[in-house]
């Protein structure tokens, strides 16, 4: 213990937030204890895995950030608690008060091994009034899980300790995306425009106006950055996508609003008055887009509403069509796609908007998207996300293949589809997207003559009338229709033609359900009255005639289960009284543990930590 005690540097971490001079001079490159490692989410929907540690130099501990460039180390099996770390480029921050260290370079002294925690440190304080220091990256060519041989800033890396900050004449000093939060001062990103939306428009009562966003990289991240009015006047034309820019605040650093983005960062950047942009006069030295291709063929195995990024033939171009959003009751236009892979199998992808209006690339491209949803809809099918973006005939070696493979055999080849008979105009929709009770009501589903709509919900039954809950029904199997008691003992089918000596009795529960926004009515048969009431309507309709109290329990019972329900709405007409009809097609226990999960993901997107 005493060999790895005499190698920390006490005092570093202290030094690194309140005393910049002294860091400078006395501790180049800190030693440290790793006394936690925490996965953050890692790998999920796509996202960068990320790490949380805490270190300490005996005197202090701080809460660290790894940034992705460097988790390396992990990968490795090197940084487990315990170990001992050099620090060799990171960056200091305080975000809602407390310290964070973003380490941007690590190495793990692995001679030392691992130990119990040494001493008992306690957290950093900062003094006011004093900025805590921090060690800007040069480029180092790393991004990802693609080593970009060819970068000159690899010279960088090899420099012994810090790298002192990258410089140019017009930016003293450039910062990774990742280190930005809402406490760095002074700052310049240098980033590629990887998307940029169209322009959006809205008016409201109390204010109207545009915006528009575009998404950043560099090599330690991504950044979503939105210009509002006057900004989105001033710099929407200036930026294009797959082009390089410095910016330079003042630019407001926020917390990211994660569900209106698919950016894993915690912030994201408003342009202000005085932000400046500029295009960098060298394009290369920052990463392109990374893509983590899926194929067509696997499609079938990823789960619905993922997103992925897709590389493949265009085979067909549709025309655009004008359609109204159910949600926001606005008319958009789309364009539907067809697209193959050597896999053998075609998909429909579905772009919107400008993008849908403006697509001029003609059959037999080669394109790739980054950021494609993936709906269940008519087997498997694809919507390119706002945040989404394409690119036709890239250079890189997953097009040229694809080309190749086209040419020889692709154009010849036929393709099975992960589609059945639904899927005609409506690749990307989702056939039960789950709905609130509010929402069901807001958007009208089901109340379109023409359309059927479909959803699931999930909601408690409050209510089940007992009158009616059942009909006496046809013996025969597959007929379900209604029979008539002939009063001779014997049931009367007009479709079939046919008596049977007693009936089926089937069901038809009207179910009252509500969630926490709402209540509505809807019906359900047998399969899912079986499920609901626990006993077969037959049985029931035993216990009505024989023991009135024990159906009377039955239907007590039901009350109060909470359930998923997947119902299909659409309006119908009786005695020309229009109304909308919700029947159930299945329903479900509530899978508790798997809701939770959901929940927890929801309440994260409104949260950072
Ligand atoms: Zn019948």
């Known amino acids: 213990m005493e060999v790895a005690k005499a190698q920390i540097t006490q005092g570093a971490l202290n030094a690194i937030f309140n005393d910049t001079d002294r860091v400078i001079k006395d501790f180049p490159v800190p030693v440290c204890q790793v006394v936690q490692v925490k996965p953050m989410g890692a790998g999920v929907d796509g996202q960068a895995e990320r790490f949380r540690l805490v270190v300490s130099d005996i005197q202090n501990f701080v809460q660290c950030m790894l940034a992705t460039q460097a988790n390396h180390v992990i990968h490795d099996g090197k940084l487990t608690k315990g170990c001992f770390i050099r620090l060799k ?16 370079d690590i190495d793990v002294i692995e001679s030392l091994g691992t130990m119990e925690k040494i001493g008992e440190p306690t957290a950093v304080k900062v003094e006011e009034d004093v900025k805590p220091t921090n060690t800007s990256i040069a480029g180092s060519g790393f991004y990802g899980n693609k080593p970009q041989p ?20 017009s930016h003293a000093t450039i910062y990774p995306i990742e280190s930005l939060s809402p406490y760095a001062h ?35 991240g991504e950044i979503k950055a939105t210009g509002f009015n006057e900004q989105c006047d001033a710099l ?10 410095y910016i330079t605040s003042p630019c407001r650093v926020q917390i990211a609003k994660k569900q209106f983005s698919n950016i894993n960062n915690d912030y994201e950047l408003m342009f202000e008055r005085d ?70 199998y075609s998909v429909r992808l579905t772009i919107w908007g400008k993008t849908a209006t403006s697509f001029d690339a003609s059959p037999e491209s080669v ?9 269940d809809f008519g087997g498997r099918s694809l919507s390119l996300l706002s945040s989404g973006s394409m690119s036709f005939d890239p250079d890189i070696q997953e097009a040229h293949r694809l080309k190749g493979w086209y040419d020889s055999q692709g154009r010849t080849s036929n393709f099975a589809s992960h589609s059945n008979l639904a899927s005609a105009g409506a690749a990307g929709g989702r056939q039960d997207p789950v709905k609130t009770i509010a929402q069901v009501k807001d958007e009208g589903l089901g109340m379109s003559e023409e359309n059927t709509d479909y959803f699931s919900s999930r909601a408690t039954i409050v209510y089940i ?9 046809c013996l025969n199997e597959n007929c379900n229709k209604k029979v008539v008691d002939q009063n001779d003992g014997t049931w009367r089918c007009e479709k079939c033609n046919q008596s049977h000596p007693k009936p089926e009795y089937r069901y038809i529960l009207a179910l009252n359900v509500n969630d926490h926004t709402g209540q509505m009515w809807l019906t359900a048969f047998d399969e899912v009255g079986k499920l609901v009431m626990g006993k077969s309507a037959d049985e029931l309709m035993e216990l009505k005639e024989n023991d009135p109290p024990a159906m ?35 329903a479900s226990a509530v899978n508790y543990a798997a809701d939770a999960l959901k929940l927890a993901e929801l309440i994260k997107a409104y949260n950072i930590d």
């Open 89 to 104: 480029n990171y960056q200091a921050n305080e975000v809602k008060g407390k310290r964070i260290l973003i380490i941007l």
């Open 150 to 169: 060819q970068q000159p800033a690899a010279q960088d890396r090899a420099l012994p300790s810090r790298n002192g900050p990258s410089s140019s004449s």
């Open 186 to 220: 002074k700052w310049t990103i240098k980033a590629r425009v990887t998307s940029k939306s169209d322009i959006r428009t809205w008016s409201k009562p109390n204010s109207e106006g545009k915006l528009f966003s575009v998404n950043l990289l560099d090599e330690s």
């Open 236 to 245: 929407y034309e200036i930026f294009q996508e797959g082009s390089v820019y």
């Open 275 to 344: 932000t400046l942009v500029e295009k960098a006069e060298d394009q290369d030295n920052v990463p392109q887009v990374r893509y983590n291709f899926s194929n067509i063929g696997e499609l079938q195995s990823i789960e619905k509403d993922s997103t992925v990024d897709l590389i493949a033939v265009l085979k067909e171009v549709g025309e655009i069509s004008e359609i109204t959003s159910k949600t926001t009751s606005k008319p958009y236009s789309k364009r539907e796609l067809t697209l193959v892979d050597e896999t053998g």
């Open 367 to 375: 394109v790739a998207f980054k950021g494609v949803k993936v709906s």
């Open 465 to 473: 009338k007992q009158d009616n809950f059942c009909y006496p029904a």
């Open 552 to 586: 009377e329990r039955v239907f007590e019972d039901a009350n109060c289960k909470m359930m998923t329900f997947k119902v299909r709405c659409k309006t119908d007409t009786y005695q020309d009284q229009a109304r909308v009809r919700y029947s159930v097609m299945s």
